[in-house]
């Protein structure tokens, strides 16, 4: 491609990589990840020279945007970087769910700094399976026969389809063919499990004799999906995992019930009644209950199976199981996690419940903290009533009323939800009604200093 004199200028005058890589606001950075400094800086200045090469710049870079764009590029660069959640929305996926108890990432630590005995049994000296004491942790919470633990939910659906389905078809409701975010869609995952779907009911209605009909025409399995994220409600029927039990025990058909949330606590004092609990869906005869590790359970990111022994050891076995093991990090916290349960001290020591039950009351003293501390920077900050929500495709229906802080800026509220996600430490905030929302139920005390942070940054600037 012919450049012009002009064009020609502009590259001649780009400075060089080790130029910038020297220059002192890179010190830090240089100290830490040298090659990874020098990977952005070569990064941004090859995108400069395609913008001058194609005629999208015709004026020489400042050195404001030069630094802004390296460091943008060297954060990403280095990957993950933690956020301040001030949506109100507790189980947000993007965000990565639960944020774990601190019980749950001691234990994490301490696993995943040295050894342990992960597959090793201390008194005999030989070796033992990974997951027995999660096993037996979900055996006496949920009242199962026998649990299995594997990388998350789909990973259990897909391996329990496998093993009790075996190729066969697989009766669903049409009311429950559920799309979760992403790529799970109950349809797609039968086909890969390699099982034919046989749809049953209609969308809004399915009885127990639609069931009976699906038996007759072969199916091998009968499969009850939570409907997690949406709700069909009006002229509505569908078949209780009480019932549905019953029939597969009379016709010798298995049950599986895949609950999605993983609700271990009781959540009935807290006017929540909606979302099916695992240790009834057990108690109701399933033979195989799958949920999610990180959803309302609170854990890690983890798909948990329980059901019946015979079932379950033979999961075990399969060679999927073992593509779709689990860590020793993830084992530990979910260790951590479910003895929090065991101990009763759920509500207290697992964000993702304290955060869906905090009192009214509390929230409000939070968010007045929140503002006062935002007046003295020189914000005029007022305290507003927010709709938080659950998220993470569990109770759709249920807002959380509660307590967040709102402020006005001389720009739009778009633009100030963009700078505040530019923060040092990122905050992601909600827009309602054309204001910007703190929504104090997922900010925890701690985290209030890096919301003023946030604030001081998009208005005033990095030196403010
Ligand atoms: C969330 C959900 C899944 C997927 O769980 P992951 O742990 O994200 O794989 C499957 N089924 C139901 C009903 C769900 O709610």
Known sequence: MEISRKQAELLRGLPRVDAVMARPEWNVARQENPQTLKAAVRSVLENIRQEIQSGKRTSPILDSELSGRISSCYISFCGMRPVINATGVILHTNLGRAPLSRQ???????????????????????????????????????????????????????????????????????????????????????????????EIGTTNRTYLSDYENAAAQGAALLLKVHSSNYRIIGFTESVAISELSALGNRLGLPVVHDVGGGLLADLSPYGICEEPSVCQSVKDGADITTFSGDKLLGGPQCGLAVGKRSWISQMKRHPLARAFRLDKVTLASLEATLLSYENGREFEEIPVLSMLCAATSSLELRAQKLCSLLRGIGISAQIRETEGQVGGGTLPEHPLPGYGVSFSAKFSAQELEARLRHAPVPVLARISKGQVIFDVRTVPEEQLPFLVQAVQYAFYGENG
């Open 104 to 198: 749950a990432v001691e234990a994490a630590q301490r696993a995943a700094y040295g050894y342990t005995d992960l597959e090793f049994d201390l008194d005999s000296g030989t070796r033992a399976n990974r997951t027995a004491a999660v096993e037996a942790l979900l055996c006496r919470l949920t009242g199962a026969e026998d649990a299995i633990a594997v990388n998350n939910n789909a990973a259990a659906v897909i391996l329990c389809l496998a093993v009790l389905a075996k190729g066969k078809p697989v009766a669903v409701s049409r009311g429950e063919l559920v799309e979760i975010g992403g790529s799970f869609r109950i349809p797609e995952i039968l086909q890969q499990s390699g099982s034919p779907l046989l």
